[in-house]
């Protein structure tokens, strides 16, 4: 079974660009999250999707945006970057909706914001 | 919101010693508890969970943990650590129904031979 894939796996953007990472859950698993993870925060959590429903979001501003397509796929987009957003941006998904945590992570993109 | 904390944040080690990475968890209310690894330019991978009935849990690679909740705590051990166990771990906490895991700060082992 194929894991979590996460594209791009790196990028470099400026400030003030936007950037769209998507990620393909493993197959049958319909819970999809997003974590950012920096030197400084550590891993911090952006927002969790359930068939397509939002059902928590981080403590991010509104420039972090996230959706979910019917097949289960995500993206997330992030707008105006600023230099702070450099970070290793994870997906995982989950086989189960009971919100147990239990997660299967991807191996990440890596944005760097010049 | 859970807060975790992971008590030491660098763990050097000798090969086929004992490890014991300590975590330590804020909420007394029902919770899952994970251990995660992550080797450099990867992503987590689960390395054990606790989630309900005995509360010592164990990995495939000789890895045990064991929640103890009246102190809140999951620390991980491991009797014998290999050179291939050096890499960084996390604890994590999920609230029943919350959707989303609290990681710790990391543990960074590093065994030397």
């Known amino acids: 079974k194929a894991g979590v894939t996460q594209t791009p796996r790196y990028l470099i953007k400026t400030r003030g660009q936007q950037v769209t990472l998507s990620c393909s859950p493993i197959?049958?698993?319909?819970?999809v999250s997003w974590y950012q993870q920096t030197p400084g925060q550590g891993l911090q959590f952006l927002f969790e999707?359930?068939?397509?429903?939002?059902?928590n979001k981080g403590n991010f501003p509104g420039r972090f945006s996230g959706r979910q397509f019917s097949n289960s796929r995500s993206e997330m987009n992030v707008s105006t970057l600023e230099l702070g957003d450099s970070a290793l941006y994870l997906c995982?998904?989950?086989?189960?909706?009971?919100?147990?945590?239990?997660?299967?992570f991807g191996e990440g993109s890596r944005l760097t914001v010049l | 919101a859970q807060s975790v904390t992971q008590l030491d944040s660098q763990v050097p080690v000798f090969e086929e010693a004992p490890v014991e990475l300590r975590c330590n968890y804020s909420?007394?209310?029902?919770?899952?508890l994970f251990w995660y690894v992550q080797y450099p330019n990867q992503g987590l991978q689960l390395l054990l969970k606790?989630?309900?009935?005995?509360?010592l849990v164990e990995s495939i690679n000789g890895f045990e943990a064991e929640f103890n909740k009246s102190q809140t705590s999951f620390h991980l051990r491991k009797p014998s650590v290999h050179i291939s166990d050096t890499a960084e771990y996390f604890c994590?906490?999920?609230?029943?129904?919350?959707?989303?895991?609290?990681f710790g700060a990391g543990t960074t082992v590093t065994v030397r031979a």
């Open positions: 995982a998904s989950s086989p189960t909706d009971s919100g147990t945590g239990e997660l299967f």
């Open positions: 197959s049958g698993h319909r819970s």
């Open positions: 999707y359930f068939s397509e429903t939002q059902r």
């Open positions: 909420s007394s209310v029902s919770v899952y």
């Open positions: 606790y989630l309900s009935g005995s509360t």
């Open positions: 994590a906490v999920s609230d029943q129904d919350d959707y989303k895991l609290s």
